[in-house]
């Protein structure tokens, strides 16, 4: 197995110091970027639309549109839960961590809750690029075992009685959960009931916004 | 393998930090880490189960202190020199020295849009028919490859129930390590949080792991 200790040999690198990982990744990723480019195997314009496209197309405002479609059609609702893949394909998202997307609902009995406990598999396709909380140990490692107090440190307090299911993404389904519906929502558009549904609720750290009364629809 | 990456379970990492308005990158490093390790992706060279291995063969104790960004770029470095692309004296120089491997493609800008749409599928067209149903109890194997697994450990050796076949999948484990895709049905399976963390465990938790089918056993 490589590993880096081959890299103590060449110390005398002063870029290059162990100790000093985390000042030294901006001048390790430009390094690493220099050879490549050197070398012709990336382009950097390339980068660039990469890091644009997460940065502006690829986000959790997609899932959203998926779960306020779903919240106002029960037909594209019902698709969602047979073929999520194709039902979100309808919408356009489509792609990279993505490709094989399963829907799950939360209902008034349980509460769903999505974890990588091995890496960070998420579904980019909807949701972007994961948070930093998602990835990193503490997540992974209490969600799966503790999902209560995990729920409590985003200020979510469930029901005693509600059921609590955890998805862990081992394999390479990617999974979306649809929050349950806000109460006082019954004639608010797509684009007003997106508006409620944040990435946390499409995890399942979060419920959706509540309507705060706005029964006329509201502008949220 | 047994690694610092298989994380259910483990305790004392502390509370979960969300935090409030998280802006997409944290520096500027981390836009260029996520783009030049999907821009070397599209070389063709490795399979993301090779590079998600890459990732958990990098040293405990650093694997855990470091950013998942860093864990990309140390992870790449091992399959960029694995392939033949770059030497360490390189990455250390930060200069070419030395023509590499020549990979299949180079992403282009104008490739971008259509590659990330893309995607990797990797479900598999299988004749066999799954070996189990839906309902139906089983084991999780309880094994300890050295090699790459997406069995948590957690779950291994405990009973619970499938609940969906979700299809036909390359087979994680072999194709990290270049045996072939094997494709093999994948099974949601669900376990009672009892039977996973028993005595005092949450009474209301169900937990499910996608398993592929040489992961089960009939009980």
């Not at chain 1, 961590?97 to 609902?105: D, T």
């Not at chain 1, 972007?128 to 075992?145: D, F, T």
């Not at chain 2, 997409?24 to 590079?51: M, N, P, Q, V």
């Not at chain 2, 030497?87 to 030395?98: F, P, Q, W, Y």
Request: with cysteine; charged share 25%; hydrophobic share 40%.
């Amino acid at each position: 197995m490589h590993d880096h200790d081959h890299h103590h040999d060449h110390d005398d690198h002063e870029h290059h110091h162990h100790d000093n990982r985390y000042s030294n990744m901006e001048a390790r990723v430009r390094a690493l970027e220099t050879v490549l480019s050197e070398k012709g195997l990336i382009d950097p314009a390339a980068l660039d639309a990469i890091v644009e496209t997460y940065e502006t197309k690829v986000g959790p405002r997609n899932g959203a549109r998926v779960v306020a479609k779903a919240w106002a059609d029960p037909a594209f609702a019902e698709w969602l839960r047979r073929d999520a893949t194709a039902a979100i394909a309808s919408l356009g998202f489509t792609g990279r961590q993505g490709e094989h997307m399963r829907a799950v609902f939360n209902t008034p009995d349980t509460h769903n809750m999505v974890v990588c406990t091995l890496c960070s598999c998420y579904p980019w396709s909807v949701l972007g690029l994961p948070p930093v909380w998602y990835k990193a140990p503490a997540y992974r490692s209490r969600a799966v075992i503790d999902p209560r107090s995990v729920l409590a440190e985003f200020g979510v307090a469930l029901p005693e009685t509600m059921k609590i299911r955890v998805w862990d993404s081992t394999a390479e389904l990617r999974y979306l959960v649809v929050p349950q519906r806000p109460d006082g929502t019954d004639n608010w558009t797509q684009e007003q009931l997106a508006e409620l549904v944040t990435r946390d609720s499409m995890i399942g750290t979060a419920l959706a916004h509540a309507a705060h009364g706005a029964a006329d629809g509201g502008t949220q | 393998m047994n690694g610092p990456h298989d994380l259910g379970g483990q305790m004392g990492f502390g509370a979960v930090a969300p935090e409030v308005d998280e802006p997409f990158f944290h520096s500027e490093w981390e836009k260029r880490a996520l783009a030049i390790t999907l821009s070397c992706g599209a070389f063709g060279a490795w399979s993301i189960d090779e590079s998600r291995h890459a990732r958990e063969c990098i040293p405990p104790a650093a694997y855990l202190s470091a950013s998942y960004y860093e864990i990309w770029i140390r992870a790449l470095e091992v399959l960029l020199e694995r392939h033949g692309f770059v030497t360490a004296d390189e990455i250390d120089l930060g200069h070419r020295k030395t023509a590499g491997a020549e990979p299949k493609r180079v992403l282009k800008a104008d490739m971008v849009a259509a590659v990330l749409a893309k995607g990797g599928p990797c479900d598999r067209p299988l004749s066999d028919p799954p070996r189990f149903v839906a309902g139906q109890k089983v084991r999780l194997l309880n094994i300890h490859p050295t090699g790459h697994t997406r069995l948590p450990r957690y779950a291994r050796g405990r009973i619970g129930t499938i609940e969906t076949i979700q299809g036909s999948f390359v087979f994680a484990d072999d194709n990290a390590h270049g045996r072939g895709e094997n494709p093999q049905w994948v099974y949601t399976v669900v376990f009672d949080g009892a039977e996973v963390w028993g005595q005092g465990s949450d009474p209301t938790l169900t937990v499910s792991i996608d398993a592929w089918e040489s992961y089960l056993e009939p009980v």
